[in-house]
């Protein structure tokens, strides 16, 4: 009974780790994904006529809208920016990437979809690499097995900006750890074009910078900031010349309830969890009730892991938990804690209090495995807009 799964972690242990949690981790999410598209049919919200049949679960919202982005240009503003939904609101890469897709021929759904997770397998080594620099080969694995089952890291499956971003985030970072500046600066310049958060990272890699060696510190900051100001304000130069308003992208996001910056933690997100709650008193426990909760609880969930970060690596004073404080806050002070789940993936250095929590006690690994499990598929059937 114990020569197989002998046999079979020797197997295992010939190919590197981050291929390895990658390749387990994306089969799940594949399966449950067609599986899932087979019992529940079209998402509520339907797909692009680009989405095969048997990935409809993973190929609706947002991927909607990227695509829309990728054939038929950014919309004109038409004096309802921020009032009704448009496709102003999304960053360019993911698209451009799409109609790169289209011009030769591709599927541009399949070929977004084979990059995000191509994308997300390069942010696993990149983590491995990084963490194996600052603790060693064991707590590595143990990183990168964690953000492998991370439930949000469905997310990374789909064509969304998630696979991407997280990719240029961990990148990024190796890079600025090692010295490498000016790819590190050009890796956060393809972040900050993947959504509004994307930014965040180019505010990483300056504080590595500035947090080194005295000599050459501001240099060393310039040249990893630089790149994505560059590349952010070319995007909205753009926007301004071809559609009239540099902002426009900002103030699309008003449509989904993103609010004014540092107040909307005030003034909306209150309301929304007030309305889920409502929900449940009434008995109403269908899918906007579900998100409200999901979104929540995960927002808990990163609340813990940015306290034990924040006691593990001193504060403020590290890097790391400067730039996971403003991926977890920016978003959340907009006013709404809807895809919390998903942009608290770009956190990635929250993995390492998991991973230790974890190891506290070698118990805790089966269950907390087995729970990923469960909230992932969980994620996937609350894609069709119904209750899982």
């Known amino acids: 009974m114990t020569v197989a799964p002998i046999a079979l972690r020797r197997a295992v242990a010939r190919w590197p780790a981050p291929l390895v949690a990658w390749a387990a981790s994306r089969a799940l999410i594949l399966v449950a994904a067609v599986a899932a598209s087979a019992a529940f049919g079209v998402p509520t919200r339907g797909v692009d006529a680009a989405v095969p049949d048997l990935l409809r679960q993973i190929g609706g919202w947002d991927t909607t809208w990227y695509l829309d982005v990728a054939r038929n240009g950014y919309a004109e503003d038409l004096g309802q920016v921020g009032e009704v939904f448009t496709n102003l609101a999304f960053f360019p890469l993911l698209p451009g990437i799409m109609a790169a897709f289209s011009a030769v021929g591709v599927n541009p759904f ?194 813990w892991l940015l306290a034990r970060l924040w006691r593990a690596e001193g504060g403020l004073r590290s890097p790391w938990v400067a730039y996971s404080l403003a991926v977890i806050a920016i978003p959340l002070s907009s006013g709404t804690i809807t895809s919390m789940a998903r942009f608290g993936l770009m956190a990635f250095p929250l993995v390492w209090p998991l991973g230790d929590w974890l190891a506290e006690d070698r118990r805790r690994v089966r269950p907390a495995a087995a729970a990923a499990v469960v909230l992932t598929l969980l994620m996937i059937a609350q894609l069709t807009m119904r209750a899982p």
Do not use: K
């Open 110 to 303: 399949i070929g977004a979809l084979v990059v995000s997770n191509l994308a997300f397998l390069g942010a696993l080594w990149a983590l491995h690499a990084l963490t194996a620099g600052r603790w060693g080969e064991e707590t590595a694995t143990r990183a990168t097995w964690v953000l492998a089952l991370a439930p949000p890291a469905l997310y990374c499956s789909m064509a969304y900006t998630e696979g991407l971003a997280v990719a240029c985030a961990v990148a990024a970072a190796l890079c600025a750890v090692r010295g490498r500046w000016v790819l590190a600066g050009l890796i956060a310049a393809a972040a900050a074009l993947t959504r509004p958060t994307g930014v965040l990272v180019a505010l990483l890699v300056g504080l590595l910078a500035l947090y080194g060696p005295a000599p050459g510190r501001i240099p060393r900051a310039l040249v990893a900031v630089v790149p994505s100001i560059v590349a952010v304000g070319a995007f909205l130069t753009w926007m301004a010349i071809a559609r009239g308003d540099p902002l426009l992208p900002l103030e699309a996001q008003r449509a989904w309830g993103r609010g004014q910056l540092g107040v909307g933690l005030f003034t909306a997100a209150p309301t929304e969890v007030a309305a889920g709650w409502e929900l449940v008193r009434e008995g109403d426990l269908t899918a906007a009730w579900h998100a409200t909760a999901r979104d929540l609880g995960f927002l808990v969930a990163y609340l």
